[in-house]
């Protein structure tokens, strides 16, 4: 099952999240707390199949540009240290 608004959460050991659809052009990723691996994850095939879109091992903050209309994601705890990991992706106000 996918989620529209932002998606927010935390890791406490390994394992993934719910997934969340995108449909706006750029998302806002914040992760924070805690030690561990994971990965930004992408679906083009409503979740059957996961491509990592990228990896982090520290505190992030990052601009996510969204390359297809309704395009899954989900974040990947891969290895867990300590925590709570927090994590959170949401969309991003453009103004002109």
């Known amino acids: 099952m996918a989620q529209r608004g932002p998606l927010t959460g935390a890791f ?3 394992g993934v999240s719910l997934a969340f659809l995108a449909s706006l052009p750029e998302y806002n990723l914040s992760l924070y707390g805690g030690s561990g691996t994971v990965a930004l994850e992408r679906s083009f095939d409503s979740g059957s199949t996961w491509a990592t879109v990228e990896t982090f091992a520290a505190d992030a903050e990052r601009i996510v540009d969204n390359v297809e209309v309704d395009t899954l994601y989900r974040f990947n705890c ?4 300590s925590g709570p990991i927090n994590y959170r992706i949401g969309g991003r106000s453009i103004s002109g």
């Not at 891969?78 to 240290?81: G, I, L, P, R």
């Open 12 to 14: 406490a050991g390994t």
């Open 78 to 81: 891969t290895a867990f240290t």
